[in-house]
């Protein structure tokens, strides 16, 4: 981290830049209108079905599997290309915003602030887990 306010990696401008366009290649063929119409798939739920339907798809066993297949409506080949097709179009459209190279690709940093403003500073975010512990190992 160099403190220059920015993500260090191009990860954090790529991942929701193209987490809805790939969850609409996949849902489209079945959910089209659904999706055409503006409706997120992205919300609860969204990843699950996308999750369990690519997992079926490649033949791997799934606890209660879908009664439709939404990826390619089923066709492994189909599925693929509108996979890397939301892929090629969102690099094409990241590329125009921040150029070429990807290293470039950087966008600003997450920052909190205090509730409700008393306090002007911000300070870094940090994506923390639910669930922490503190484990302490003594000498023996």
Known sequence: ???????????????????????????DPVL???????????????????????RTLLGDDVEGPFSVQYCGTGDLDACRDALWEAVATVADELAAEYGDDTSAWLVEGRRSMFTPGLIPDDFRATNRPTFQQVIEFANN
């Open 1 to 27: 981290a160099d403190d220059d306010g920015d993500y260090d990696r191009p990860g954090a401008a790529i991942y929701p830049a193209l987490l809805e366009p790939l969850y609409e290649a996949a849902l």
């Open 32 to 54: 089209g209108p659904v999706v055409e119409a503006g409706v997120s798939v992205r919300g609860i739920g969204g990843a699950s079905i996308v999750d369990k339907d690519l």
